[in-house]
């Protein structure tokens, strides 16, 4: 049983309100087609009392990361919190302003800046700063830089910051970004009984996603930049929250940026969205060094979400318990997995270390302690826990018919769960629900009794994307799935490398109706001196590169001479027009034929 801190403990209101200089008002962001692409003032009911529908500490959590407006960290340093999941952070320089991470959306990030500057003057930007490759911290640069305005602005990433931060699109995107819908409650509405918080931020903006790409790396710790006057100090943290990330320090302003490697609450090894599980050994291990090497450089330490922390010892205890934190889940997890137990059985024996119950920041707003441990159980031993019983089972269709068999049929089924909510056994509730439902999709008492149980398991939840996900799931069981479109016209296409693009391509091939084809495309791109070669041969879409004037050993059946910027075009389906080709251009067209387009609102909580 997890035991809370104090809700007498005011200090996380008393540094989210500290520093605070204005708030935008009201708090609606809108596209240039009048679509609201943010609304923080749908929050204002937070201001109330806790209700029953909501668990009281992810409320007192929304009610931090609810705060709007700008603030002054330190001097010379300002963050615009509450116009988008993340923050964004301004640094005036001699001339202008560095910014750090410029939110999601374009819309939002300028609202930040227009914001920034009604308080402090219209300072130009001198500067752009990505902490990490998660579309939350470059998705808005152009509505700091506009197109045509990024001369002579250094953007300094991490190194492989723009392989990282595309390469999500390419792969698993749309599963991802569907799965996010759930993750951040983007259908539910913003209410008590709703919507209240994703633990990190409040939600994700829906404007338009853009990127540029960096001008300078940062390629070791140590490595020290000057821009616009700012001296700055990096570390860098690879393989943490995010594959591509640094922390890093302004000594002249005594003031530590820790991107988001240590925010005010457990984040995730795993994100219920999907992703590469991340590396909760070397996470804690760079926390560790963040404490010695920024070591009596500053007085105050800000991340890329929440609150700042003022005071150096205040920091380091933040630094150590999130760096405890980390290495605790990481150690017992192997502890136990070595001792046989598999994921489920460690995720329920795990508890923390009383010491960091008590920490607000540990608390698994975001990340949880039970879906951290499974994903460090995965990434050492994967999906199989071993027994063979799990190696080859049915599945979830045919298993739901045959456990609802196994019940005694769809009403006896009904009967028993509704007895496992009477008992307030909800979780196998809903995990024999669940069967019912995927055994007949049809069953409307099964669904309405599932979504009656989702709400239910959400509404008592502490982690913020638990609660999206359960209440998610009643009302996709109530009124279906839906979809959100995302706008990355913005420069995200252009920042995918000839690599991506063609990658992007071949993970949509209809494999068994491509079985029988046999066909090469050549791809000359002038603009970058290389020859592509793609064949597609059973079933499967491969490339390889060659510098461009290597003649091919066997000619392809067409190849294209063209710039990239063409080549985008002719995957947009623009055609041929105006591009060189040589050989059968119908080979093309054959290979197109077999590129499907994913669903993009698949069924989750229904087959």
Known sequence: MSHLPSFEDTTDFDNADRGFL??????????????????????????????????????RQAQLTAKQGLYEVTDGIYQVRGLDLSNMTLVEGDRGVIVIDPLISTECAAAALALYREHRGDRPVTGLIYTHSHGDHFGGARGVLPEGSEAGVPVIAPVGFLEHAVSENVYAGNAMTRRAMFMYGDRLPKAPDGQISAGLGMTTSTGTVSLIPPTLDITRTGQEESVDGVRIVFQLTPGTEAPSEMNFSFPQR???????????????ILTLRGAVVRDA???????????????????????????????????????????????????????????????PELAEEMRLPPALEQAWHA????????HNTKAIYQRY????????????????????????????????????????????????????LNHLVFAEPENTAAKEELAWVYEKL??????????????????????????????????????????????????????????????????????????????????????????????????????????????????????????????????????????????????????
Not at 254 to 268: D, I, S, V
Not at 363 to 370: A, K, M
Not at 422 to 431: C, I
């Open 22 to 59: 204005g708030a935008m008002v009201p708090a609606v962001v809108r596209a240039a087609d009048g679509r609201v692409v943010w609304d923080n003032d749908a929050y204002d009911y937070l201001k109330g009392e806790c209700p029953d529908t909501a668990n009281p500490s992810l409320w």
């Open 254 to 268: 005594r003031a530590l940026c820790l991107a988001e490697n240590a925010t005010h609450n457990m984040h995730n």
């Open 281 to 343: 050994r070397i996470w804690s291990r760079y926390l560790d060094e963040a404490i010695e090497f920024f070591d009596d450089s500053y007085d105050v330490a800000f991340a890329s979400h929440h609150w700042p922390t003022w005071g150096r010892e205040n920091v380091v205890t933040l630094l150590s318990e999130q760096r405890d934190l980390y290495a605790y889940m990481h150690d017992q997890t192997l502890r136990m997995l070595n001792s046989g137990l598999t994921g």
């Open 381 to 432: 031993l994967g999906w199989f826990d071993g027994n063979p019983a799990h190696l080859w089972e049915h599945p979830p269709v045919e298993l739901a018919k045959r456990y609802v068999d196994l019940a005694g049929g769809a009403d006896a089924a009904l009967a028993k769960a509704r007895g496992y909510v009477g008992g307030g056994d909800l979780r196998f509730a809903a995990t024999l």
């Open 458 to 607: 959400g509404q008592g939840s502490e982690n913020g994307t638990w609660r999206n996900f359960y209440l998610m799931a009643a009302l996709e069981l109530r009124q279906g799935p839906g979809t959100i479109e995302l706008d990355t016209s913005g420069g995200m296409a252009m920042a995918l490398t000839t690599e991506m693009l063609i990658d992007s391509i071949a993970v949509r091939v209809d494999g068994p109706r491509a079985w029988d084809e046999d066909l090469t495309v050549d791809l000359a791109l002038t603009d970058e001196g290389r020859r592509h070669r793609l064949t597609l041969h059973n079933g499967a879409l491969t490339h390889r590169a060659v510098a461009l004037d290597t003649a091919p050993k066997t000619p392809a059946q067409c190849t294209l001479t063209l710039t990239k910027p063409q080549l985008l075009g002719v995957l947009a389906g623009r055609g041929l027009d105006g591009i060189q080709h040589e050989g059968d251009p119908a080979v093309l067209a054959r290979l197109f034929s077999y590129v499907t387009e994913p669903d993009k609102s698949f069924a989750i909580v229904t087959p």
């Open 363 to 370: 608390r698994g707003y975001y990340g949880s302690l039970s």
